[in-house]
């Protein structure tokens, strides 16, 4: 054997010592057995490499220990008088499994080493979480409970909070088992599975005994929740406080909030335990109500039946009776459906078989509507066709010039009288008197022209005419004022006879007084219009 093919120190190194409280494993153990059993040096040798290659490259974790002691053995045998060609090609093999192995076991190491460093890194990650707990658990968000449960309202927000401190600590409980089953399934040295071992005990000792008062604590009161909602509602085998269906929902979202709790076994187990009795003493309430419900459902049916047998005659006379008389039987069967006590479906199906009954009449109603409003359309549709006729006659008459003042006036009071029989709206009479303003002038110009061209004596006695009705008008207005306060001094009280006597006397001489003085002022405008008409 040269020096180059014998043993480095390095390799002895990586060669694990056997001691007596380490025992090899069987299969070590069956391979010696094999290997002495066989009767030449080469075939013992052949066997020992092909244990050694299999010792190397199975799946998981290479066996380096059993490597190296079958390595160790095999060496006793290279020593006895082998073939030299032989001998040369299994010290090859020999060396070269040797070579892997060191090279594996290099690889091994680093990978090691890596997983090592990332531990340590996540190590000092939870440290550094655990050095801020309580900043930590300051910023952390209440945790936002299931709704509807009702039992714990008045403390969801405490629920709220202790269980989102609870789910930090339950983060870094997790993130600690996760690292300490890395540790244990990575190849690492012993010493440094301890350091770590050793570090994650202590970041333990911060974070599980918090974790687990305040487990505690949160069990503890929603115990005593459920406790105080099963008293307040469950006596004995009556339920009380509430309708049975809204406790079956309370219970399901206590039993929901249990799962969503971090609480610990037992009180998680005597809640559920708890909350089953309720909700099979619910079930029987259910069912109960169920039987009752089932038996006022089949009395209302009984009753329903007279009810329907009215309405089958009705459907079969309808055809023979009008609207009124329709109307008159249903109301009547109303009458008769208020003085029994029927279910809510039995009251949807009789509606529903009235409403079918009125359908036609319903229907017919509609279509009269629907022609009404048709023709209240047409009618709107011919009123507005109308106006802008109006419209447009009124625009035309502002560019006539030849018609007179008299003429403008009469064609200006039929546009009017047409215009208040279509009734307008004030807004449009607004807008159609804004149009026919400019009329209105215009014929005051039309007059004043026609005026014009009259004799000097005519306009003479037209002048004279207009200062004369003036001057009644004047005077017929101071009768009027006479008269009205004899007629009150006659209405006042306290007047003997002889007064009430000279009052009225009075009275009815002003009234005379103002009878002529109206006609000779109807007579002086009928002169100015003659003349005016000469015009």
């Given amino acids: ?43 013992k040798i052949s066997c020992g490499l092909q244990f050694m290659r299999g010792s190397i490259s199975q799946e998981g974790t290479p066996r380096f220990r059993e490597f ?49 460093e990332q531990i340590d890194l996540a190590i000092k990650a939870i440290e550094q979480d655990v050095q801020n707990l ?93 406790d105080r909602f099963i008293e307040e509602h469950f006596k004995g085998d009556e339920v009380v406080g509430a309708p049975y269906y809204a406790l079956r929902e309370e219970i399901k979202a206590l039993q929901g909030l249990a799962k969503f709790l971090t609480l610990n076994a037992s009180a998680f187990t005597a809640t559920r335990s708890k909350l089953s009795e309720c909700w099979d003493k619910i079930k029987v309430l259910e069912k109960a109500y169920k039987q009752e419900i089932q038996q006022k459902r089949q009395e209302s049916a009984e009753l329903r039946a007279p009810v329907e047998a009215k309405l089958q005659e009705l459907k079969e006379k309808q055809k023979e009776m009008d609207a009124a008389q329709v109307d008159e039987a249903l109301i009547e069967i109303q009458n008769q459906m208020r003085e029994i006590s029927l279910s809510r479906d039995d009251l949807r199906l009789l509606r529903s078989e009235m409403q079918q009954i009125r359908a036609p009449y319903l229907e017919q109603q509609e279509k009269e509507r629907k022609e009404i409003e048709r023709q209240e359309k047409e009618k709107q549709q011919i009123r507005k066709e109308k106006l802008s006729e109006l419209k447009e006659r009124v625009a035309l008459l502002l560019k006539d010039t030849e018609s007179e003042a008299e ?120 002169k100015i219009s003659e003349i005016e008409e000469k015009a």
């Fill in 1 to 43: 054997m040269t020096s180059s093919e014998s043993p480095s120190p390095e390799a002895s190194s990586l060669e694990p010592a056997l001691t007596k409280s380490e025992p090899m494993s069987e299969v070590y153990q069956k391979f010696i057995q094999e290997a002495e059993a066989l009767p030449t040096p080469e075939e």
């Fill in 134 to 226: 309580d900043d930590l658990v300051s910023q952390a968000a209440s945790v936002e409970l299931p709704q509807g449960v009702k039992t714990i309202a008045s403390k969801e927000r405490a629920y709220g909070a202790t269980q989102g401190e609870l789910n930090l600590l339950n983060t870094l409980a997790s993130r600690l088992s996760a690292l300490r089953k890395e540790i244990i399934k990575t190849e690492m040295r012993i010493r440094y599975k301890t350091k770590f071992f050793k570090r994650l005990s202590e970041l333990g000792d911060r974070v599980f005994p918090r974790r687990k008062k305040l487990v505690e604590q949160i069990s503890r009161e929603f115990l005593g929740d459920v």
């Fill in 407 to 526: 003429e403008l006036q009469k064609k200006v009071e039929e546009i009017r009288s047409e215009a208040e029989a279509l009734s307008l709206s004030k807004f449009e009479q607004q807008q159609f008197d804004k149009l026919a303003k400019p009329l209105k002038d215009l014929i005051a110009e039309r007059k004043e022209s026609a005026l014009l061209r009259l004799s000097a004596d005519d306009l003479q006695a037209l002048e004279q005419l207009r200062e004369v009705l003036q001057q009644r008008k004047q005077r017929r207005q101071e009768i009027r004022e006479q008269f009205e306060a004899y007629r009150k001094a006659l209405s006042g009280s306290g007047l003997d006879f002889e007064k009430a006597m000279h009052y009225r006397e009075q009275m009815d001489q002003e009234k005379e007084r103002l009878e002529k003085a109206s006609a000779s002022i109807l007579e002086v405008e009928q």
């Fill in 68 to 116: 190296w002691e079958a390595r160790r053995h095999l060496l006793q045998y290279f020593k006895q008088n082998l073939n030299s060609a032989i001998r040369s090609q299994l010290w090859n093999e020999y060396v070269e499994l040797t070579v892997e192995a060191r090279r594996l076991k290099e690889i091994l190491e680093e990978q090691s080493a890596f997983a090592m």
